[in-house]
């Protein structure tokens, strides 16, 4: 079983940083891709920036020219470097990866336990 490790949440001003990191463990054979996902209280999961396995890259409108999703491939790990952070980017940060087993099994998605992030004075 494909099992994601995220860590680097916690308590930041507005207009400072933080940096999640996710790896991705468990047999894995593909990866196709991998990605953040936010949630609040209340209201739906939302993407924030995926990375598809040679594909364009893909950010929420609101952490545009803010966060930046990059991934090391040979560790299986994606990254969100997240800059400028408001009180809006509040939220538990959801690690995703799409991923395959084996060459036979078929693609399936992926999420970590998640990791909470606040901005606040």
């Known amino acids: 079983q494909v099992q994601l490790v995220e860590s680097g949440g916690g308590l930041v001003q507005p207009g400072g940083s933080l940096r999640l990191s996710c790896a991705a463990s468990?047999?894995?054979?593909?990866?196709?891709?991998m990605g953040w996902y936010r949630q609040t209280p209340g209201k739906q999961r939302d993407l924030v920036a995926t990375?598809?396995?040679?594909?364009?890259?893909n950010y929420a409108e609101s952490v545009k020219g803010r966060f930046t999703i990059s991934t090391d491939n040979a560790k299986n790990t994606v990254y969100l470097q997240m800059n400028s952070l408001k009180p809006e980017d509040t939220a538990v940060y959801y690690c995703y990866t799409r991923a395959k087993q084996t060459i036979i099994s078929p693609q399936q998605d992926y999420w970590g336990q998640g990791t909470q992030v606040t901005v606040s004075l």
């Open positions: 468990g047999g894995i054979f593909a990866i196709y891709n």
């Open positions: 990375i598809p396995t040679g594909g364009r890259v």
